[in-house]
């Protein structure tokens, strides 16, 4: 290429790069997308302390959050891809305790699929074995 517009080019990138409100906002680009993830992860966090610890004894919403764990960004076409929240889908497991045939009624209405093949689909065979045993 030309030295010229090389130089030209520099120049401008030098002008542009000293600028501090174009600094702040390149930074402020680069933290938001490093600390998405954990970000979710704490309003989601915020919002389960908000729960009302009663209400978790409805099965409609126990089937819920079981969704809301196997796809925790809530767009139905990544469910397959999402990652799991094995620690909640642990505590739902509790909770499910001897009621897990009106889980799974809800869960299946809701949804149009079993809550038992959905586990299956997002645990290992150990992990879903023990989901198993805690929730019959």
Known sequence: MNPIILQKVAQGAKVIF???IVLMILLGLFIWLFLKKGIKKVVRKIREN???KNET???NILAQQYRSAAN????????????TDEDAVDRL?????????????????K???????RMRTELSN???????????
């Open 72 to 83: 925790p960004s809530g767009n139905k076409w990544m469910i397959d891809w999402d990652g």
């Open 93 to 109: 497991a509790y909770q499910t305790r001897g009621r897990l045939d009106s889980v799974t009624d809800a869960y299946s209405q």
């Open 50 to 52: 908000q729960f009302d």
């Open 57 to 59: 004894q409805d099965p």
């Open 111 to 117: 949804f149009g699929e079993t809550l038992t093949d």
């Open 18 to 20: 000293t600028n501090k």
């Open 126 to 136: 150990d992990d879903f074995q023990n989901w198993r045993n805690i929730v019959t």
